[in-house]
């Protein structure tokens, strides 16, 4: 049972346009998100967080918007610079419950076309 | 900067062998994972510890155990290595709390 979707395996953005990446969950315990950026060949690197009790966390070129009615987050890049192509996964975990567990979504390979 | 890092970047075992994978952070960590990452499956928890000589079962456990006997080393073993073993396998630290870091990764083929 996947309970961190990311139903979008691949997206393509022009150079300069808005990438939005989208990721679903089923976990209502769940009350802290992330996503995490991976190159080729190298480890997850974290890129921004959210708690529950946000709705919005913005870092520079990044921001997550977090709808928990609807159980959805997303990643918003803009503008898209050629060095974001890689393997971005949303993670979750319930951290007020004291797991640190974090659930990972599939992944989806964005592609950055100059 | 932390620094998560792994014994090896590529591995070649055979089936039925003995195999060790260490991880090392210098952040003295609590916590510590061992993940494998597979095509279309995302990263999947293995095993997991909160302190020293404490693990945890992840969401896949089978086939694997660990060791942490200090806090800044955390083992994954192979008991018997298995063809459906080959993966990406991806060890990462964190404060209680805090955002994981995690290594390189180790690409383990087994033949």
């Known amino acids: 049972d996947q309970q961190v979707k990311q139903n979008s395996p691949s997206l393509s953005v022009q150079e300069g346009r808005i990438s939005i990446l989208n990721c679903d969950y089923t976990n209502s315990m769940f009350d802290y998100f992330l996503w995490y950026k991976k190159y080729p060949a190298e480890g997850p690197t974290f890129l921004i967080s959210?708690?529950?009790?946000?709705d919005k966390n913005e870092d520079g070129r990044f921001t997550v918007f977090l709808n928990k009615s609807a159980k959805h987050l997303s990643l918003h890049i803009v503008p898209s610079q050629p060095g974001d192509s890689a393997v971005y996964f949303c993670a979750a975990s319930a951290r007020s419950f004291g797991n640190e567990k974090l659930t990972f979504g599939t992944g989806t390979r964005l592609t950055i076309i100059p | 900067d932390v620094k998560v890092t792994q014994s090896s970047r590529y591995l070649v075992k055979r089936t039925g062998e003995k195999v060790f994978l260490e991880c090392v952070q210098d952040m003295d960590h609590e916590n510590m994972f061992w993940y494998r990452q597979d095509p279309g499956l995302g990263l999947r928890l293995i095993y997991f510890?909160?302190?020293?000589?404490?693990?945890e079962k992840g969401d896949i456990p089978e086939g694997y155990s660990v060791s942490r006997e200090k806090k800044e080393r955390f083992s994954l073993i192979l008991e018997s290595a298995s063809t459906n073993q080959t993966s990406m396998y991806l060890c990462?630290?964190?404060?209680?709390?805090?955002?994981?870091?995690f290594g390189p990764g180790t690409r383990l083929t087994v033949l």
């Open positions: 510890s909160y302190d020293v000589k404490m693990k």
């Open positions: 990462a630290s964190s404060l209680k709390g805090y955002e994981q870091f």
């Open positions: 959210i708690s529950s009790i946000k």
